[in-house]
């Protein structure tokens, strides 16, 4: 069972305070703290379609509220405000955003395994840092190493940029899965629970600075390519398995096999290999052994 304290810290970035400024049951005596933003919880989807939800501007308060929402705000907003009578919250608009934190993209299917994302990552060079499994598909984060914060003196412009990041990085999951492409880049998403954390890696975060020459490095043939009429792929047998493509064999016996910053090394091969085992229906001890 993943710490739930280690994921919500890790996606929010320092954007909350770790305390509750009021009613604290773990503030030491005498702690201060500044304040920070906010973010916006929602106990179910019907009360999301209305606007009626919880503010929240402390870790503690989120912690208290384990497993009670569907959804929030993974990134912060400098304040929220609630209308008097309804419990209806405002303030999660873009230029009340205070920080970047996370891209999430949304797939709107399971059709297939949530490996077959992680697979992906490897392709791209930038491994998801958490996978949640949703009603209808999954929704993959991809974090920040350090959140992107936005201001007025630029005209918020890191808004404009951090979307265009954004889109692409949902073209690129287009390509193989189906993705809604019409998802707001920086509103509400699912919230991680006890019960729907398929997948989480802190180690996976990348700077605004790497995925930004990502997107500029974008070929045209792959933005164009998303455009198209999505092809689905259809399998030959339910026997056809990742265990049997080429790229397995010549990956399992590489001898040498060297990693930095940047390249995908030897732990990530491990992973890939662990993957198509598991993709191919094979059994641990399989994998441990090589056996194929």
Same mark, same amino acid.
């Given at each position: 069972m993943e710490n739930m304290n280690v994921i919500y810290k890790t996606i929010l970035g320092s954007g909350l305070r770790e305390f509750k400024y009021l009613n604290s049951h773990l503030k030491p005596v005498g702690h201060k703290e500044e304040m920070k933003g906010s973010i916006f919880g929602f106990r179910e989807k019907e009360a999301l379609k209305v606007g009626r939800g919880v503010i929240l501007t402390s870790?503690?308060?989120?912690?208290? @509220?384990?497993?009670?929402?569907?959804?929030?705000?993974?990134?912060?907003?400098?304040?929220? &405000?609630?209308?008097?009578?309804?419990?209806?919250?405002?303030?999660?608009?873009? &230029?009340?955003?205070?920080?970047?934190?996370?891209?999430?993209?949304?797939?709107?299917?399971?059709?297939?395994?949530?490996?077959?994302?992680? $697979? $992906?990552? $490897?392709?791209?060079?930038?491994?998801?840092?958490?996978?949640?499994?949703?009603? &209808?598909?999954?929704?993959?984060?991809?974090?920040?190493?350090?959140?992107?914060?936005?201001?007025?003196?630029?005209?918020?412009?890191?808004?404009?940029?951090? =979307?265009?990041?954004?889109?692409?990085?949902?073209?690129?999951?287009? $390509? &193989?899965?189906?993705?809604?492409?019409?998802? @707001?880049?920086?509103?509400?998403?699912?919230?991680?629970? =006890?019960?729907n954390v398929l997948f989480f890696d802190q180690d996976y975060r990348y700077s605004f600075g790497e995925w930004l020459n990502w997107s500029l490095k974008q070929s045209d043939s792959l933005l164009e390519e998303a455009k198209e009429p999505k092809m689905r792929l259809v399998r030959k047998s339910d026997r056809s398995r990742q265990i049997d493509e080429p790229w397995f064999d010549m990956l399992l016996h590489r001898g040498q096999i060297r990693g930095q910053k940047g390249v995908l090394g030897r732990n990530n091969a491990i992973l890939t290999l662990a993957l198509a085992f598991f993709s191919s229906g094979k059994e641990k001890e399989n994998c441990e052994f090589n056996d194929a």
């Open positions: 870790i503690e308060a989120m912690n208290d @509220n384990t497993d009670s929402f569907t959804h929030w705000t993974p990134n912060v907003y400098r304040y929220g &405000k609630k209308r008097e009578f309804g419990g209806i919250v405002e303030g999660y608009n873009e &230029k009340n955003l205070r920080q970047i934190n996370t891209f999430v993209i949304d797939i709107d299917s399971k059709s297939v395994n949530w490996s077959e994302i992680l $697979l $992906l990552g $490897l392709e791209m060079g930038f491994m998801p840092t958490m996978i949640l499994e949703t009603p &209808k598909g999954y929704q993959v984060y991809h974090v920040l190493s350090r959140p992107s914060f936005v201001t007025s003196k630029t005209n918020y412009k890191v808004i404009d940029v951090a =979307k265009k990041i954004s889109r692409n990085l949902k073209k690129a999951y287009a $390509l &193989k899965f189906r993705v809604d492409m019409g998802c @707001n880049d920086f509103g509400i998403a699912r919230v991680p629970r =006890k019960d």
